[in-house]
């Protein structure tokens, strides 16, 4: 019982950590109709650039890298490193995604690929992250905030809810409602929605669709700094840029997307927890070896049998 | 969907005309269509005797490796470039294949010689053995090649660049959970179920230890054949058909051409030979690993039949030469490399995204230039109307 809790409760974090990112190529999927293979990338520039915000900032501060500082570094940290990949997100759409605006998909995509190779080994080089994992430091003290005992004697278990679980979910949940609010409750969502639904009578109708692609791809890049944030938060040792795991989580992320049905937000969000609960239950109950392997086989089951997602709706190909 | 309908057909137009004058060459007479392999065999045999053997020379092991990438960047241009299927999975198939050869190889040598090291001479027993490997690899391969091609019946686009993604990583964890090699002949010989589960393929180590029996002979040979291969599937009613798919599927299908059995058919091919350079791969090395179907691999591909013209057959050999040998040249900016490759792919999708050749040979390219020249640009040519 205190393992299957156990398992639940990483499967709740570790569900709202693809949540955030699926929102990121869900909603540049609604709207340009291709998957963001960097988007994977902008998340590996919020961990690592809150690793490098973090032990500049830390000892301008007067905080030692090992102890725990207050809690407004952290979300000071957290605050710059979303601006900076908004800008970064900004960049890419602007240089590389733009100009291929009436392009077929495939050359879209292609550029993503190499949107993504890029920055990957950008990030690899010597004298901006390096090749080499580092540790990040300690910005929250994962203290247990409850503790249940199960069992007796020999079959003694301990269920712990752990603090940085906690703010995962915290942060990523009120990130989730400020994303809900924006898109479906203001202006500019409206636009974003309207875009997404058919360009042209967008513009037609006086969106300025260009501005609201950027703004996509900035809200997308934050997200994902987020995630980027948080998941170093939960795992202090960051792989160096061009690490598999990267690539990996990103593809995972997409995975919740297209099973939530992509380009639907709140799809996403179902989308991330699902892989999530699939990924930790499977690795604690089958085999932990085969974990790609079960987020994958359910990619694939989920298109052959609703390639629309869970909550997607069916479109039918117009000539 | 909004696909660049603006070159519909004209792609099936290029290819109908230049393939006339291959089909008057090969209906002429049933053999003169070998000519071109017996010629390829031919160097390869020359290039085999007069260039020192690949473990003694380092510049035989590029020329070697460069062949192999070619088979690789060739087989991937059949379903990337002609029928316009986005696979980013090709070093999956390149590792079954390469493992399944690598296996026969391997125990097969055991079995049969009572040791792992190179048997017979040129053309001898070893080789065979070492032949019909490649081929089996290339089998297997196919067959998941067939498996992974059905989902493109239904997915397009992005979604088959994921499942083929995920494919190249499902095998990469599956190799990595392989058991360890059996190394001895006796307890090979006594083995039971029991050691064959998980498979004795080496585990996340690789499989090491295969016996090294490619030469310059063998993958010369097999790039003529996936060479010719490619070039008459390119200038065939089939290839036709798959081109025709490329440029929209709905126009395609409307002209009676059955789409799902053109892409699954670009996808058994493609990985047949895939799985044939695998086994060329294993047996060059001695080691296949499972990070070898990972798909950072397989972007090296994807990347020389974007560079090359998706669905040109010789400007993906071109591409495939320049970026195995420009890495040998720019030993001293390794770390660049990727940068270099990555800038290269997004300057060339903003400026030619059609590739360096599109979809035309490059003898075609001065053809064109000729005829344009005489009739003073009034014909409309294909490759002017970009995807």
């Known amino acids: 019982m205190s393992d299957f809790a156990q398992t639940l409760i990483t499967a709740i974090a570790i569900g709202s950590l693809y949540a955030l990112i699926a929102l990121g190529y869900t909603m540049v999927y609604g709207i340009l109709k291709f998957i963001n293979f960097a988007h994977s990338d902008i998340v590996v520039l919020g961990a690592w650039g809150s690793y490098s915000l973090s032990v500049r900032i830390l000892p301008a501060l007067g905080y030692g890298l090992k102890e725990v500082p207050p809690v407004w570094v952290a979300l000071m940290i957290l605050l710059l490193a979303m601006i900076f990949c908004g800008a970064i997100g900004f960049t890419i759409e602007r240089l590389a995604y733009r100009p291929l605006r009436r392009a077929p998909r495939l050359n879209v995509l292609i550029t993503a690929i190499g949107v993504s190779l890029l920055l990957q080994n950008v990030g690899q080089l010597s004298f901006v992250f390096g090749a080499s994992p580092q540790d990040m430091p300690p910005l929250l003290s994962d203290r247990a905030l409850a503790t249940f005992s199960f069992g007796e004697g020999e079959s003694a278990r301990q269920l712990v809810i752990g603090m940085v679980d906690v703010v995962i979910f915290a942060t990523a949940t009120s990130l989730m409602l400020i994303m809900q609010y924006l898109v479906f409750h203001t202006k500019l969502g409206v636009a974003m929605r309207a875009v997404s639904f058919n360009t042209d009578t967008a513009a037609l109708m006086g969106i300025p669709v260009d501005r609201v692609v950027s703004f996509t791809f900035v809200l997308g890049s934050m997200l994902a700094a987020a995630a980027g944030f948080l998941i170093v938060m939960k795992y202090p040792s960051i792989s160096q840029p061009a690490h598999t795991i990267w690539v990996l989580l990103g593809l995972k992320a997409f995975v919740a997307a297209v099973i939530g049905g992509i380009g639907n937000v709140r799809g996403a969000v179902l989308g991330g927890f699902v892989i999530a609960f699939v990924e930790q239950f499977g690795a604690f109950y089958v085999s932990s070896n085969y974990r790609d392997v079960y987020v994958f086989t359910l990619l694939i089951l989920i298109l052959l049998v609703k390639p629309s997602g869970l909550l997607g709706s069916t479109l039918r190909e117009k000539v | ?387």
Request: aromatic share 8%; hydrophobic share 50%; charged share 10%.
């Open chain 2, 1 to 387: 969907m909004t696909r660049g309908t603006s070159s519909v057909g004209t792609g099936v137009v290029a290819a109908s005309a230049k393939s006339e004058a291959a089909e008057v060459a090969v209906k002429g007479n049933g053999w003169t269509g070998l000519i071109p392999i017996a010629i390829g065999i031919l160097i390869a045999l020359v290039l085999h005797f007069a260039l020192p053997a690949p473990q003694r020379s380092y510049n035989t092991q590029i020329l070697q490796i460069i062949g192999i990438v070619i088979v690789l960047a060739v087989s991937l241009n059949i379903v990337n470039g002609m029928t316009g299927q986005f696979s980013i999975g090709h070093a999956g198939f390149m590792a079954v294949g390469g493992y399944t050869a690598a296996s026969i190889t391997y125990y097969g040598s055991m079995l049969l010689w009572g040791s792992t090291t190179k048997h017979g001479g040129f053309l001898g027993s070893g080789d065979w053995l070492f032949l019909g490997s490649c081929l089996a690899g290339g089998l297997v391969a196919a067959i998941a090649g067939y498996v992974v091609g059905l989902p493109s019946l239904r997915l397009r686009g992005d979604y088959l660049a994921i499942v083929t993604l995920g494919f190249g990583e499902i095998i990469r964890v599956v190799l990595q959970q392989t058991g360890p090699l059996i190394e001895d002949v006796e307890a090979l010989r006594s083995v039971g179920l029991k050691q064959l589960v998980p498979p004795p393929l080496g585990g996340s180590l690789g499989f090491s230890g295969i016996p090294k029996y490619t030469n310059l002979f063998w993958v010369y040979s097999i790039l003529t054949i996936t060479l010719v291969v490619a070039y008459r599937l390119k200038s065939s009613s089939a290839g036709r058909s798959m081109i025709s798919v490329r440029e929209d599927e709905i126009a395609a299908q409307a002209m009676g051409v059955n789409i799902a059995r053109q892409k699954v058919t670009a996808f058994v091919v493609a990985a047949f030979f895939a799985g044939v350079a695998g086994g060329l791969f294993a047996h060059s090395t001695g080691t296949v690993s499972p990070k070898d179907a990972g798909f950072q691999q397989s972007f090296d591909y994807v990347i020389m039949t974007v560079l090359g013209g998706r669905g040109s057959i010789s400007g993906v050999t071109l591409a495939a030469i320049f970026l195995t040998v420009l890495p040998e040249l720019l030993r001293d900016f390794e770390q660049y490399r990727l940068i270099v490759y990555a800038l290269l792919l997004i300057i060339m999708m903003l400026v030619r995204p059609q590739g360096l050749l599109g979809i035309h040979e490059v003898w075609e390219m001065f053809n064109r230039r000729r005829r344009k020249a005489e009739t003073s640009g009034s014909d409309v040519s294909p490759a002017e109307v970009g995807p």
